[in-house]
Nanobody, 127 residues
Framework: DVQLVESGGGSVQTGGSLELSCRASGHTSEVGCMSWFRQAPGQEREGVASSSTRARTTGYPDSVKGRFTIAYNNDKNTVYLRMNNLKPEDSAMYYC?????????????????????WGQGTQVTVS
């Protein structure tokens, strides 16, 4: 099993920045992809960033590209999400997720179903 623990959420004003962290423990050698998803009330959960744990290849949707940066630290088994120029529409519960398959093997990093481990979520509020 893999356990994921997120931290770093909070409240910030429009244009501000936050950095989220997600530390993985357990059978981390089995993790090929770590991603961040978010879900706002009444909306579908969406992928906002992914990083392959081996090749460190990253991906983002257009809605956050240029503002969000994901980084995976192999020594710490931790994935970070740096969020700059935050907007009210970025407000959501942010979840870290992991899966064995590399993010780019099928190009489906933004699809939830292949992820078998999820963190508890951390709230981000932008006003």
């Amino acid at each position: 099993d893999v356990q994921l623990v997120e931290s770093g959420g909070g409240s910030v004003q429009t244009g501000g920045s936050l950095e989220l962290s997600c530390r993985a423990s357990g059978h981390t050698s089995e993790v090929g992809c770590m991603s961040w998803f978010r879900q706002a009330p009444g909306q579908e959960r969406e992928g906002v960033a992914s990083s392959s744990t081996r090749a460190r290849t990253t991906g983002y949707p257009d809605s956050v590209k240029g503002r969000f940066t994901i980084a995976y630290n192999n020594d710490k088994n931790t994935v970070y999400l740096r969020m700059n120029n935050l907007k009210p529409e970025d407000s959501a519960m942010y979840y870290c997720a992991s899966r064995p398959l590399d993010c780019w093997t099928r190009g489906d990093w933004y699809v939830q179903s292949p992820y078998n481990y999820w963190g508890q979520g951390t709230q981000v509020t932008v006003s």
